[in-house]
């Protein structure tokens, strides 16, 4: 069990971005090795970028940690000069994300066991960042008074059926969590379950109860919790991961974690721990969920990306306006359409809600309610052997 952190002490901090992502969703802007974390979607920086920008207002460059895969690894290595190049890890095989949220906790177990690890993904879009700042300080603070599992809960604007779902259970006070400053003016809450996925009419029933919140995908626990949590539900990973820990820091590391890391079990974190640990009940689970209200948006296809480029104030949020990012354009009659073709002139006449994209070797086009489907086109262009457009 972790050394509890009285509120009046700052825990260290260790944020760890999972940047491992095949490049699918926003094909064909994105590719295998130029996947949606390192482009520039939203703005100047890339959304990695973004993502380190942010965690830095929390932690030292010398804190943070990314896991990614070769086909990206030289690219973030480029994009985040300020990382430490030792602290970007690239997978040897994509095994989900329980084995890569655990990784930089086996390998600071023995240097730092009391140091607070945040998980982050990271392509996803934060406009408050001062509120960002203010929750996961106080996720921070929280993780770091015992054996705790803190979790960012999305309030929900739809029955989105793309995301998981947390279940809230009763709010906690200081009598749970101590004295811990950070946390004063933000609702705390157990956490009673979590659901991946619903189906249509589920998803319409968690919106209505109001107890459910969408599932960010960013956790904070301290080294010592997580570690734990990883030996007692997936104990055939801790093994592994204590070996390649091991080796950290010698000449075999690279040989060492080629070799075992592809033997991890391919799981991600919600069933090898969350799912688990919340089955104890919503008291001895230890889980806690704070708000994730600054403003998140995962941009998870270029009809999300449409919806959030339309709340800037130039749209004034009216998604029936078109997005277009060409060198000039006209239009007539034609309403939420999203188009991204550098450098050319674009028309539009008498068209709505389609997406255009194109790049130098390839044209998408499809409507907003399909641009879900990417993924299909990614796999049949796979199946072909296409291997030069994916």
């Known amino acids: 069990m972790p050394k509890q952190i009285s509120g009046s002490q700052k825990p260290h901090f260790s944020p760890v971005i999972l940047a491992g992502g095949s490049g699918t969703r926003f094909w064909p802007r994105s590719r295998r090795n130029r996947a949606k974390q390192v482009l ?7 959304m990695i970028q973004q993502t380190v920008e942010r965690l830095l207002k929390l932690a030292s460059r010398d804190d943070v940690w990314v ?6 690894d030289g690219l973030i290595g480029e994009q985040l ?21 655990a990784l930089a906790a086996f390998l600071l177990e023995k240097t730092a066991p009391e140091n607070v690890i945040g ?19 106080a996720g921070i603070a929280l993780a770091a008074s015992g054996p705790k599992i803190v979790v960012l809960g999305v309030p929900p604007t739809r029955p989105e059926t793309g995301y998981g779902y947390i279940e809230q259970a009763s709010l906690v006070g200081p009598a749970d969590y101590g004295d811990l400053k950070a946390c004063e003016g933000l609702p705390v809450r157990r956490v009673r379950r979590f659901t991946e996925k619903p189906e249509p009419e589920r998803a319409e029933e968690f919106l209505a109860s109001g107890n459910y919140v969408w599932n960010s995908g960013i956790f904070l626990w301290s080294v010592t919790t997580l570690v734990g949590a990883i030996r007692e539900h997936c104990p055939t990973i801790a093994p592994q991961l204590e070996k ?12 060492v974690f080629a070799e075992v890391y592809p033997q991890c079990q391919n ?9 688990p640990r919340s089955a104890k009940g919503e008291n001895a689970s230890e889980i806690y969920c704070l708000p994730a209200d600054f403003e ?4 998870g296809s270029w009809a999300s990306l449409h919806e959030h480029q339309t709340t800037m104030p130039e749209y004034a949020g009216r998604t029936d306006l078109n997005v277009v990012d060409s060198a000039q354009d006209v239009t007539i009659e ?18 709505d809600d389609l997406v255009i994209v194109e790049t130098d070797d390839a044209l998408l086009i499809t409507t907003r309610s399909r641009s879900q489907e990417i993924g299909k086109v990614v796999k049949r262009l796979s199946d072909a052997g296409k291997d030069e457009l994916i």
């Open 119 to 137: 998980i982050f993904p990271s392509d996803h879009v934060v406009k408050n960042t001062a509120r960002f700042v203010q929750v996961v300080e």
């Open 40 to 46: 520039a979607l939203d703005g100047d920086q890339t």
């Open 296 to 299: 998140w948006n995962d941009l």
């Open 67 to 72: 896991i990614t895969n070769k086909l990206l």
């Open 244 to 255: 390649i820990a091991a080796a950290y820091g010698t000449p075999s590391f690279d040989a």
């Open 81 to 101: 000069p300020e990382v430490s190049r030792g602290h970007i890890l690239s997978e040897p095989a994509a095994r989900n994300t329980a084995p890569a949220c």
């Open 267 to 275: 799981i991600s974190i919600d069933y090898a721990v969350l799912e």
């Open 334 to 351: 034609s309403r939420g359409n999203y188009v991204f073709a550098p450098g050319k002139m674009v028309v539009l006449v008498g068209v």
